[in-house]
């Protein structure tokens, strides 16, 4: 898997983070530890909320840790898109004949498997004529249906994974029956917007929770949002993808009363759902600079001891 | 999580389905697999979910495992939204809203579409427009920013743009020569999102419910700008009309129950809270002792629903699959939703935000056989009801909120059929 090309730009639409592009997404969570929370409709499973598609939505605090270490730069989205207008006829007749091409791609793979299952079925069904049993006919059909090649699955992903790839394939000749196909994203036709001063937005605003996630986030934990548990952010150890979480997390300031109860409440829950409750926050005022309240940050677990 | 898991492997798939909550957690996206995706289109189950490990060690086998999960999120994610030829839907923007066909002026009757809307589907196909868009004069469909971005999301639409014209609005112009190109994902949340009072917030709320089969449509308290607010006629229910019956029918029925009580016998500051007089019955006593003051949702009156603090207003009439629903004439409402942010809302709302917006939705009183033999079945429906969707970050929690008035319930009324001690045995487990 090829890295994108740092920075990464961060679409910044009406107040939110977004990103459309699928090596940024599975970048920043194999290097950077970065998660956020898939929001979209997958289009191949469109009635369902349990695997959910792009776009990925950062939290502010994931957004600004990128940008604090440089990885990405936010990006005024709308206005980004704006320069679509002025897009040369040119550019545009050459990416609607690329867009073309990939869905004649498309659409002959989508064939050649058809055929190739086809056949395969049929291989089955008469390699089960021959045995002459009803009940393995039946079976054989069950089994064809649901049998996808794992190849195959990729293959035809991988087209429109890698843009750099099917960018520079010459374009065929257009056929009867061409796919119309939704790109993810708008880079191209569009240039890199990561280069032009103007569109590249300032640092995020972030709660005063930040210098806890940032430790956190710094110590190779993965952070995501805590609604679920009833806490700021859930700690993860590793890719949520293989890992239960850890903590429940929930930040204060270091001379911030803490009322008794919502420790008990933290405690109680986070045993009961076998995590910990984790208490931090920074030793440094909200007056200091983010970097050295960063680094100022404690933490604490609280667990219930059931004596 | 142990637990949930542990209750996963032991009952079947079909009830685990119900108790855990699949899309609470993060999935394996592996699972996702194993469906056949791209060809069938028919149901299919949801997998189960996969197994996942404590913390990381540095076997290969678990990176490897790992390894496979990113590779199956990262194909799963890069699935293209595909338009056949046979279901193909091009729409177009319109980022000025609604406009007549080229060629037609604009009379006094107007478009008959919301001016809200921004795409225009000239040859809508599908079943997904039995529910979504509004039809103008000239048979088009127009979406609304939210109906738009979900089927471009969901790979239903092709939205074309930019078109600097109008012909392109009137469709079935010639593609070869049109310069306007199919709208990415990403441009389509750029223009979209923030669009006539669009949050993401929304969006995630709307297009979950449409994934799971819900119709969704706006409701009237969707602009929350404080100019749609209506200014006055702010009565507060909780400190009105707190007494049963107040007012002047409040009066006529304490006028009549003395009349009609003989053994009447007001109790004063001083003596028992009973009364003096003779009592001959439980019930009597019951409502002697009722002197707390309780609230009865059925006697407020109706409030406006733009009369409520945002974002604790109705913003989304939802309807459920079973429900017919013709798009120019919406029957009323299954459900109603108030949608919050946690980032700008950190606290509960205030008695008198869920108060104003409890009353902002019809009454619903418990109805039906079943409601009338249980209590507790009574209780839980209310007289008013609303779903508050919180949503943090992306990840949604759908809360149901009702007006449950436990001064109706007479307990000490209830003369069940069978009477005795286990009659009373029911009282008490029922009023816990």
Redesign the interface.
């Known amino acids: 898997?090829d890295n994108p090309t740092l920075p990464i730009p961060i679409?910044h639409?009406?107040?939110?983070y977004?990103l459309?592009s699928?090596e940024a997404?599975?970048y920043l969570?194999?290097e950077h530890n970065i998660?956020?929370?898939?929001?979209?409709?997958?289009?191949?499973?469109?009635?369902?909320?349990?695997?959910?598609?792009?776009?990925l939505?950062l939290?502010?605090e994931e957004a600004r840790v990128l940008v604090d270490k440089g990885i990405a730069c936010i990006i005024d989205?709308?206005k980004?898109?704006t320069s679509?207008?002025s897009?040369m006829?040119e550019d545009?007749?050459r990416?609607?004949r690329e867009?073309e091409a990939?869905?004649h791609h498309?659409t002959r793979l989508?064939a050649d498997?058809?055929n190739k299952?086809k056949e395969e079925a049929l291989k089955k069904i008469a390699e089960n004529k021959a045995k002459k049993s009803a009940k393995a006919d039946a079976e054989s059909e069950a089994a064809a249906?649901?049998a996808?090649p794992?190849e195959e699955?990729?293959a035809?992903?991988?087209?429109?994974?890698d843009d750099s790839a099917s960018r520079s394939s010459t374009p065929t000749s257009a056929p009867q029956?061409?796919?119309?196909?939704?790109?993810?994203?708008?880079?191209p036709?569009l240039p890199n917007p990561t280069t032009s001063s103007d569109l590249v937005l300032s640092k995020p605003e972030v709660?005063l929770s930040y210098p806890l996630f940032a430790h956190l986030h710094s110590r190779g934990y993965f952070l995501?949002?805590?609604?679920?548990f009833g806490c700021q952010y859930v700690a993860y150890?590793?890719?949520?993808?293989?890992?239960?979480?850890?903590f429940l997390v929930v930040s204060a300031e270091y001379d911030q009363q803490i009322d008794l109860m919502d420790i008990v409440n933290g405690g109680r829950l986070g045993t009961g759902?076998?995590?910990g409750f984790l208490l931090g926050g920074p030793q440094k005022s909200r007056e200091e600079a983010e970097i050295e309240r960063t680094e100022s940050v404690v933490t604490y677990s609280i667990e219930w001891a059931g004596m | 999580?142990?637990?949930d898991q542990e209750s996963l492997h032991a009952s079947k798939a079909e009830a685990t389905q119900v108790e855990t909550d699949?899309?609470?957690e993060?999935?394996?996206?592996r699972?996702?697999?194993r469906?056949?995706?791209?060809?069938?289109t028919s149901?299919s189950s949801?997998p189960k979910r996969g197994e996942?490990?404590?913390?990381?060690n540095p076997t290969v086998y678990?990176a490897d495992?790992?390894a496979a999960?990113?590779?199956a999120?990262?194909?799963?994610?890069?699935?293209?939204?595909?338009?056949?030829?046979k279901t193909?839907a091009l729409g177009f923007y319109a980022p000025d809203g609604p406009k007549p066909p080229p060629g037609v002026e604009l009379d006094h009757r107007g478009h008959g579409v919301s001016s809200n809307c921004c795409v225009c589907v000239p040859n809508p196909k599908g079943v997904v427009f039995k529910t979504i868009g509004q039809g103008d004069r000239w048979n088009r469909i127009w979406l609304l920013p939210e109906e738009a971005l979900?089927l471009?999301?969901?790979?239903?639409l092709?939205?074309r743009?930019?078109s600097?014209a109008d012909e392109h609005v009137a469709g079935g112009s010639d593609l070869e020569s049109d310069?306007s190109?199919?709208?990415?994902?990403?441009?389509a949340?750029?223009?979209f999102?923030?669009q006539s009072g669009?949050?993401?917030e929304r969006y995630?709320v709307y297009?979950?419910l449409r994934?799971?089969?819900y119709a969704v449509v706006r409701a009237s308290g969707w602009d929350d700008s404080p100019a749609a607010r209506a200014p006055d006629r702010r009565v507060d229910g909780y400190t009105q009309p707190q007494l049963r019956g107040a007012g002047l029918a409040g009066m006529f029925s304490m006028l009549f129950n003395w009349m009609h009580d003989p053994k009447s016998t007001a109790s004063t500051a001083a003596g028992p809270l009973v009364g003096t007089g003779i009592h001959r019955n439980y019930a009597h006593i019951y409502q002697k002792l009722a002197i707390i003051p309780w609230y009865d949702p059925t006697t407020v009156p109706d409030r406006d629903p733009l009369d409520t603090d945002a974002p604790f207003r109705v913003v989304f009439h939802i309807y459920k699959p079973s429900t017919a629903i013709k798009k120019s004439a919406l029957p009323p409402p299954d459900y109603r939703i108030a949608v919050v942010n946690?980032?700008e809302q950190t606290t509960l709302p205030t008695l008198s935000q869920l108060g104003a917006l409890l009353e902002s939705t019809p009454l619903d009183p418990p109805k039906g056989e079943k409601m009338d033999r249980i209590l507790s079945l009574r209780l839980r429906q209310g007289y008013r009801n609303v779903i508050l969707a919180?949503v943090?970050?992306?990840?949604a929690?759908y809360l149901r909120i009702s007006d449950v008035a436990f001064g109706k319930e007479k307990i000490y009324q209830n003369k069940g059929p069978p009477s005795g001690s286990k009659n009373q045995k029911n009282f008490k487990s029922k009023k816990r």
């Open positions: 898997m679409s639409i009406s107040g939110r977004l459309f699928i997404v599975t969570r194999r998660c956020g929370v898939l929001t979209g409709t997958l289009p191949q499973a469109s009635q369902q909320n349990v695997f959910l598609g792009l776009p939505q939290m502010p989205e709308a980004a898109q679509m207008i897009l006829e545009r007749r990416y609607k867009l990939q869905g498309v989508l498997r058809k299952r249906s649901s996808i794992a699955e990729s035809i992903v991988d087209v429109f994974a029956e061409i796919l119309g196909v939704t790109p993810p994203t708008s880079y036709p709660p995501s949002p805590g609604l679920r150890p590793g890719d949520p993808l293989r890992f239960h979480s850890h759902v076998k995590k | 999580m142990e637990v699949l899309s609470d993060t999935q394996d996206f699972l996702l697999e469906l056949s995706l791209l060809t069938d149901s949801l996942k490990d404590f913390e990381p678990q495992i790992l999960s990113r590779q999120m990262h194909n799963a994610l890069s699935h293209p939204r595909m338009h056949p030829p193909h979900y471009l999301e969901r790979g239903s092709d939205i743009w930019p600097s310069l190109i199919p709208m990415s994902l990403q441009a949340y750029a223009c999102l923030g669009l949050t993401l995630s297009s979950s994934r799971l089969g946690t980032r919180v943090d970050q992306g990840v929690s």
